[in-house]
């Protein structure tokens, strides 16, 4: 078996176990633009198991930066693993995160991070090769049919939705908010400047809503999520002050009129809670999880989670900043 990156080994073959694993459609012209935006990803933009001519298998690998309560580390975002169907359970998988392993320690990154569901076979390998599970998934669903849209609680809270559907993305209102929020936070709070854009490259998640709350003419939250008939889904709601969370979503309703409104995960009890009181009810647990490794072997689950404060509710992960 031999491991070869993307520009090394057929595309077409790349685009077959995207497409069977992910229903991801993973175009050369994809490659390119993703590796042009995301100056994270390798310029291999990922390793394949090859047998001949035969791709076998992938993993895609990212390195970022996360806050810790001693600092900044480097994490290392494992994406994609994937096993042409008819050659599992050979050890394929096993090889190319182990590569993947040694990459990212060569490059002094601490932590191996993916995210997965308990309900897959690859749960049992992310465990048997050192992954704990860092944080749940957890999503929040709010029927709105019973708030009437004039009503006190609407006109009361100050909080107007200033710009309802756009289809580009205004990083910088966008990131200097979220750098605001983040002061103080741990986890995935280094984004860099055109985060949204380096997001946007990859085409997943798909945003095509993006809501800015203003107060008194003062920028204080933004969404970004997709509207689908009557249904909003949050990919994100950042408000500079999580107290104004409860009066973005009751200008949501106001303002876009929908059924429903989905939140797709946050890794903050007090946003879970603020979201509680207008009327989430959020599932939990469910079979996402984020799972993680030490790759130096220092510190156990315990400690990792205590070195991004989860108890304490500092750790800062969206949606959008899954791969
Ligand atoms: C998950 C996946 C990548 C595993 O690839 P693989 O090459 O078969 O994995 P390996 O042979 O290296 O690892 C074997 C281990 O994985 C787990 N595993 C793999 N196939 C399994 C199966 N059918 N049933 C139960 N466990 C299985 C076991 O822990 C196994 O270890 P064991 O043999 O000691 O019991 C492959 O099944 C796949 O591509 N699935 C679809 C895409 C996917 O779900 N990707 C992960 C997204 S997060």
Redesign the pocket.
């Known amino acids: 078996m031999k491991i070869l990156e993307y520009d090394e080994i057929e595309w077409q073959q790349a685009l077959e176990l995207n497409l069977v694993?992910f229903d991801w459609y993973l175009t050369p012209d994809l490659v390119e633009k993703i590796l042009k935006a995301d100056k994270r990803v390798p310029e291999g933009y990922a390793i394949y198991a090859t047998e001949g001519k035969t791709v076998l298998?992938q993993v895609g690998i990212l390195v970022d930066t996360v806050q810790t309560i001693s600092g900044m580390e480097k994490l290392g975002y494992l994406w994609t693993?994937?096993?042409k169907p008819g050659s599992?359970?050979?050890?394929?998988?096993?090889r190319l995160i182990e590569e993947a392993h040694s990459r990212l320690i060569s490059q002094n990154v601490r932590y191996s991070f993916?995210g997965?569901q308990k309900s897959?076979?690859?749960y049992?390998?992310f465990k048997?090769l050192g992954y704990s599970d860092l944080i749940d998934h957890n999503m929040g669903l709010k029927s709105c049919s019973n708030v009437p849209p004039n009503s006190a609680e609407h006109k009361s809270t100050g909080i107007r939705l200033l710009r309802e559907i756009r289809t580009s993305f205004d990083d910088e209102t966008i990131m200097n908010m979220f750098s605001k929020y983040a002061t103080g936070l741990l986890g995935f709070v280094h984004r860099p400047q055109n985060f949204l854009s380096i997001r946007k490259a990859w085409g997943w998640m798909p945003v095509n809503l993006i809501c800015v709350f203003q107060k008194e003419n003062e920028s204080v939250g933004y969404l970004l999520g997709t509207k689908e008939d009557n249904s909003i889904k949050i990919r994100e709601l950042i408000c500079v002050n999580p107290l104004d969370l409860s009066a973005c979503i009751l200008a949501v309703e106001k303002e876009l009129r929908p059924r429903y409104i989905i939140f797709d995960f946050t890794s903050r009890e007090c946003v879970i809670s603020k979201l509680a009181n207008v009327g989430f009810r959020f599932i939990r647990p469910t079979y996402a999880t984020y799972m993680i490794k030490d790759l130096t072997r220092e510190r156990s689950i315990e400690e990792i989670r205590n070195s991004f404060s989860v108890k304490n509710d500092k750790f800062q992960m969206s949606i959008i900043d899954y791969y």
Do not use: D, F, R, Y
């Not at 599992?88 to 096993?94: F, Q």
């Open positions: 694993g298998g693993i994937v096993t599992t359970n050979k050890g394929i998988a096993t993916l997965t897959l076979v690859a049992n390998l048997k």
